[in-house]
């Protein structure tokens, strides 16, 4: 069975601090790993990788993959009172059909 | 606010109602899903449609039964409902199969369903 854990569970900094969320997977046939920033209502896109190594980066957050590790992290650095959400994870597996497996999520607090 | 607009916001029903919930998405995407998020846990797949055709089930109870008019509408009717079916219900749409090249998920908003 795939399997996606995030860590830590939940996060409390202060605004202007960095933070690095963790995600691992145990997924057969990987295809790709997503990141998703989820408010109050829908889960918002993040970014994709499908590469190891690579870096991929959009302003204050950048996420990049480690496939030999099986995992992925996500850096945000300078945090604002806005970047409080939950951040999920979610892994593809590379078989027929559209399945995302998620992540429990990290629940982060950003204080001002 | 999202491309994927789903209605209504909210809804409560009663365990013997029957109601629809309705997504639309004119991105042109061809896979549509619908996920069930309980309060403080992840998204879980409930069903998924590719090209207009049903591709998944995941074991979904028949109270709940999905239809895909046509590749922008995806539908989820609902008869009977238990109180623990009470969640976050999001549609979701990707151009390909989800993780596929640059076909990330788009999430609407949700219905927050209520079952009394």
Redesign the interface.
Known sequence: EDKVVQSPLSLVVHEGDTVTLNCSYEVTNF??L?W?KQEK?????LF?LTSSGIEKKSGRLSSILDKKELSSILNITATQTGDSAIY?C???PNNA????T????TRLMVKP | DTEVTQTPKHLVMGMTNKKSLKCEQHMGHRAMYWYKQKAKKPPELMFVYSYEKLSINESVPSRFSPECPNSSLLNLHLHALQPEDSALYLCASSQQRAGTGNSPLHFGNGTRLTVT
């Open positions: 295809r790709s997503l998703y209502k829908a889960p918002t896109f994709m999920l979610a892994v593809a059909g559209n399945m995302l998620f992540g429990g999520g």
